[in-house]
């Protein structure tokens, strides 16, 4: 079923990288890195499964801009409040296909929260559906979309996916 | 569910309702008289909008309290409500949580019924014939009729529904009353809906407090650093707050100011940020819409299932589902008008980010109620005081009271019997 | 477990048995009750079978009731089953599910105890000498037969092992019964049997749907569409219901036909599919054995805490082990004979395809047990309806009846004096 | 401990890439396309750990042809009732050894599984024990076994893991 | 918490504190009684070091039985505890573990208290002005000091703090008692301490079961096989049993030996492993401080929340926090002194690897102890047996005994009614 | 924000490869060949999260040499006794840095435990912070610290992570 890959190994790791990353920016809670990760017009969705598949437009969150996202950063670290949680995301199945200058780029996540004095707890899981670019030599996403099957959201989702 | 039938003993301070005993929030016994007093008698729940079952067998699942009910548009157009458990051993047959059928059949042992609820067949009723012999079937005093599911009331709001377990609730206008259905129909005034989506949270709370979080007109302003730095809410706003005859309805009604700093308001509000500014503030892309008629917010409670939410151009309904003393699920279903242009849509989804589990000035609802449950599991003898602008009920002119919050348990009181 | 100590109130339906309230499947008190009456009191419970114990020492870990025993082989061949529960502090000393041992040995301090359960020694009883001083050690009047572990009850029915908390139980061939007896004869004739291994299901309904499910020869034909497709079970099948003098125990008797059409019970049922094939129907090889003697299928009810499956080629012992109201775990052990030949083991699990948590048509079962205790809990005060081929109790010669049912639930109501 | 991987990187993400694919293919319910990833004689097998420790033959199911996974599928959409769930595979510690012209792979794999209405669980956990050939320039399992840890199943186990 | 309220039945054996009901670790309205008259009454629970907030505003949070509270260091340098739960609504206010603060302010409606817990402000107290109206504010009788924080009482044992929610409860220092009191001050006895970190864990078993274990001399030399085998505790040590004069409080104070073979207390100990040397012995790397005077190890118990170790250089406070009949957190904080140099502060951290969730020497209590709540669980009405030593009270000069165990339950009964 | 990678592929795959080996042989229980993945005077610790943020020496176990790993391995299979139970490491998010003739390597893991008649759990999740080094054509961990969110322990921890 699986033809030979026709994104060089160099670009497949890089991408694999670009993940590592950052989930760990976001695991380690350098919220003011975060929308380093995107380009300035990229658009970032957090959708749910049920919306997602029977082509209801409603999101979770939904940011249109680098800009917004540095707002979402504010919004979380200085107006939002909420008891602190850790996040720990756990990101396989990379499935990585050329898509012009682009990469289409999906993979399956899992989120664990672990709130103070608390158990680990499967907070979320899904899937991202990424378009990613290059620019001067560095990758970022144009594009993400978090579809969560975890509809059912544990009480409320502040940090991002 | 392992009914306790205990009694309760509950002593209450003086004040009554400015003060309410933490036990409302984590005695199991008063929670399943709820269930019973306040979500299966007497009450008309929300269960959903007609534009998400549009054609003749359309269906959704949802719940009234911790029943799970099936919503269902049968052949005339008519929708009927049906309780999601089967009349022979009791299979909640219905998986899906949205549909499209004819019947509904058990999969049990194929019990069928029709989008009444009307059980129409059942296999091997009149036995089997081997040879001669026949075997088995119902008792010849076997009536089907004996056997529906259990079917509720329905009414429609110009497209929102409502049912009831209890045949012989008043009807939903007149349970509504005027005050609050002026506001329910300023929105809902027959105009088509479209639906835009749902969210969904599990808030580790009791269910009451969400009622009484969308009655307390005093904490948006300072839990909520978006509304009053944007000015979408303060405390010098012009507000109403309305409520019905009984005290168990309301709508915060507000008009939105300029925001910004204004001592009255702001002065020592740590949760104020003068010189804060979005780095792109299409999400505050508010367009004032003509049938607004004047308030950008109005906050509906409907007693005890259902939030309707106004805020600027978002739209929203939101349904309580109890599930336990300490924890509720709480859905949210987005809207539109049929007539919304594709820049108002767009408009009202941006808006969305306001709001839901996620949302700058929701999120924070469903954190404060769940350490509101936590500071009452921390000890089960005492009242929270709720004096703000007296200890007296009814409306008001201003949202500066927790006048509705005390109101709801006047009523509760009463129907509770506690 | 903090037993809840009240009273039960129960009305029960004219109908009595026809009609089984949603609260025996809801209530801690009953449960408990249950606990005490039909798991400890009474009652022989399944604990394994002799071959997965064949030598001295080996022992393997079960459940009766809540209460968690060792099974083992002693030194003389004969099997004990003790309570895993050290007597001195209650420490669950047996850590292993399966294994290999002389005495048990409790982590904690050290107590031992032989094969037979008997406390065979303990550190420092004597005290300990320190100089001439001897300090600590056990009161002089203490005696170790004081402090045995608690010892159950042991028969083995050809290799079936069944064990009671309860001394003065009847001997386990009048327990059963020679009705269903038979039925345990024909499969356990003393032949040897060969272990295939293992399936667990942790499943959320009340442990006595289970029972129901295989008291119920209602189902198959329509739940279990490759039942009634491939003609292994259906409607008008040459069938026997045989039930004991009490009522308690059951035998399902069938003899499969050759499946398609037959507009008698296949007509309607929307679970037929007529013209299903298989790409590889391996799986349906079956080999007629000679010790059947007929039927095909014959499913074994021994009340409360084993069913035992013959499926055509496929053999099984399904173990009910309650652990709450609302959910019981479900071992499957999968057996053949000493002489089956490599073609007849193949055969068998293949054949296993049909059962289990993932089989074509048992993975069915457990989904509607799970879907019954939701209906029930949505509501706590109903009751179900078994009136299928009337509302008497006893055996039937088809199988379009639920009067094993009814019958389980008249010797219920006799001991549990519900 | 680790001496030079022995088998080509292209090959090695190809494999990883077949993984991606068919977590793809069972996490979005294309239960049709399942098969697809067998040889036409290929063994499919789910087996608890202890029978396999302890050496005992049964497994939960155990297939010996693509023609049966295609009843299988068949059984899934078309006979056996259920409610439904969302799976969501995450799949990591690929071991991959040449094995005559096949690949022995080894991996750890997590399933969640979430219902309508509820929260996401740990459904479950295990390892892969698989062989993969290529067959007209495509990877395909000729054998494949999951070997799950989580031996309490939570009721049914309806859908491939 | 759904309080019970309801009778307690117990019936002790005759041998009374030497046999306890396994319902002191299963009963709900047992539990309830505990918190209130153990943990909430009569009793100084343990909620930190000094050196955890050595500076003004510094706070940590942690938990009195089932309550939050906060203790924090104010101005003047004092230390005040104040439960963390708002006045108004009942919020539980403080969300970080640790902090630094000046005031405290709840989130929902900013009302802000003081670090001694006074409320001192709160928005729109006085209503808020529009226009010439004045709208809302609280009612003129409304009385900040009445809406304090709950306070506690406090006091700090030359640096180890103690607070209580009982302010008729009797000094400290008496409470404790010259017993115990004396090994307190040996350990603490004004020097600075310094923090080394903290290992947190929930032990599924009831919350007496760990103070029962370190009550409990019998069981090291035999669950700890590292003990015995390296001599770092052995029945034929020289021991001393301190209790105070309510039988509450107990010391186990040891003084190490050789180690390896001694036919008294290793015959017949399958635990101990003659030949077990270590690959690298580091971790046994014991320098004698000069402060020890003789012992090698104390264990102290203070009824009910606190234990303090000193197992030769490793030095810990264990704080148990119940959560249920069947569950207690258990927060392990290990110290230093301010004059340890980097060696022994080294061989402190190296010693810690026998200690803790993972601890070579305590890992396993941890296990034995949810063992022993699955054994209670398995049947409710039966009772240990603790008779090691005879079946009275009071302390020993060895530790062949369990007579702390029995000490405890003779005041738990008194205290208790039961 | 991801410049190309500067740590050959396969030295990268390697390293994969090392980490897949590692969590095989502890989910496969087979402890005495655990410490062959160290150097002679590797160290090992297992750190709470909010001792390592804030600064504070305390390891849950903080092992200083090969020879005291085995000590462990002799303790968890001799001495300390425990209810058996599996564990199943699932780990993404590898981050690899080259460190002088070492590999700095950082990755989120996730472990589940499952114990016998139970349901799987999260039982620890957190992230590894790695040095490893090559001697005579293989890798070892030179050092491992794994920094775990799950900060409450579901009562002991018995196994390695
Ligand atoms: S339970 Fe629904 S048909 Fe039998
Ligand atoms: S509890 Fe078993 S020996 Fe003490
Ligand atoms: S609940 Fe704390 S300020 Fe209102
Ligand atoms: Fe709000
Ligand atoms: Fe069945
Ligand atoms: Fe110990």
Redesign the pocket.
């Given at each position: 079923m699986i033809a030979a890959p026709v994104v060089s190994v160099a670009d497949r790791l890089r991408i694999e990288d670009l993940y590592a990353e950052y989930s760990a920016c976001l695991d380690e809670g350098r919220y003011d890195a975060w929308p380093e990760f995107f380009t300035i017009d990229c658009s970032y969705r957090i959708v749910a499964r049920e919306n997602y598949d029977r082509g209801l437009p409603l999101a979770l969150l939904s940011f249109e801009s680098r800009g917004m996202l540095i707002d979402r950063v504010y919004g979380i670290t200085q107006t939002l409040f909420h008891e602190p949680y850790y996040q720990r995301h756990i990101v396989s199945g990379f499935i990585v296909k050329p898509d012009g200058n682009a990469f289409a780029v999906r993979a399956n996540y899992l989120v664990v929260r672990t709130k103070a004095a608390a158990l680990p707890e499967v907070y979320s899981v899904g899937r991202y559906v990424d378009r990613i670019v290059e620019h001067d030599g560095s990758l970022r996403f144009a594009e993400k979309i978090c579809i969560f099957d975890s509809e059912l959201i544990a009480n409320s989702m502040i940090y991002p996916i | 569910m392992d009914l306790l039938r205990r009694d309760i003993e509950l002593d209450w301070h003086p004040d009554a309702c400015a003060r309410v005993p933490y036990a409302l929030y984590t005695d199991r016994a008063i929670y399943e008289r709820e269930l019973d007093r306040l979500f299966y008698r007497g009450h008309w729940c929300y269960v959903g909008l007609e534009c998400e079952i549009p054609n003749f067998g359309d269906f959704k699942r949802t719940s009234i309290g911790e029943r799970d009910v099936i919503v269902v548009r049968d052949k005339s157009g008519a929708i009927n409500v049906v309780e999601n458990r089967c009349a022979h051993r009791g299979v909640q047959f219905c998986q899906k949580s949205f549909g499209q059928t004819k019947t509904f059949v058990c999969p049990y042992h194929q019990w069928s019924y029709d989008l009444r609820g009307n059980l129409i067949g059942l296999p091997f009723r009149k036995g089997v014939k081997q040879g001669e012999k026949v075997n088995g079937g119902m008792p010849p005093d076997f009536d089907l009729a004996d056997h529906s599911l259990t079917t509720l009331a329905v009414e429609s709001w110009n497209g929102v529904i409502f049912a009831s377990f209890d045949r012989d609730v008043a009807p939903l206008r007149s349970f509504v009353g005027p005050e609050v259905g002026n506001y329910m129909d300023r929105i809902f005034d027959g105009r088509e809906l479209t639906l835009l989506g749902y969210s969904r949270q599990r808030i580790p709370g009791n269910w009451k407090l969400m009622q009484e979080n969308i009655k307390d007109p005093?904490?948006p302003g300072?839990l909520h650093t978006w509304f009053v730095t944007f000015g979408l809410w303060r405390a010098d706003q012009q507000s109403q707050m309305v409520v019905d005859a009984r005290g168990r309805h309301a709508a915060m009604v507000s008009r939105k100011n300029d925001g910004g700093k204004s001592d009255a308001v702001t002065a020592g509000v740590t949760s104020f940020k003068e010189n804060m500014v979005l780095q792109d503030d299409r999400v505050l892309d508010v367009v004032i819409e003509p049938w607004w008629n004047g308030p950008t917010v109005t906050m509906l409670t409907l007693f005890p299932s259902l939030i309707v939410q106004q805020q600027v151009n978002s739209l929203s309904t939101r349904q309580i589902i109890p599930t336990g003393t300490d924890t509720f699920d709480f859905v949210w279903t987005h809207f539109g008008f049929k007539d919304d242009d594709a820049e108002m849509t767009r408009r009202r989804l941006r808006q969305a980010n306001l709001f839901g589990p996620a949302g700058y000035v929701s999120a924070d609802d469903g954190e404060?109620i769940e350490l509101?449950q936590r500071?009452f599991d921390q000890h089960g003898d005492l009242a929270?005081v709720c004096e703000l602008d007296g200890r007296g009920m009814g409306g008001a002119d201003h949202n500066v009271t927790e006048t509705l919050i005390r109101s709801m348990y006047g009523y509760y009181r009463e129907v509770m019997e506690l």
């Open positions: - | 005093y904490h300072l404060v509101s500071g929270t």
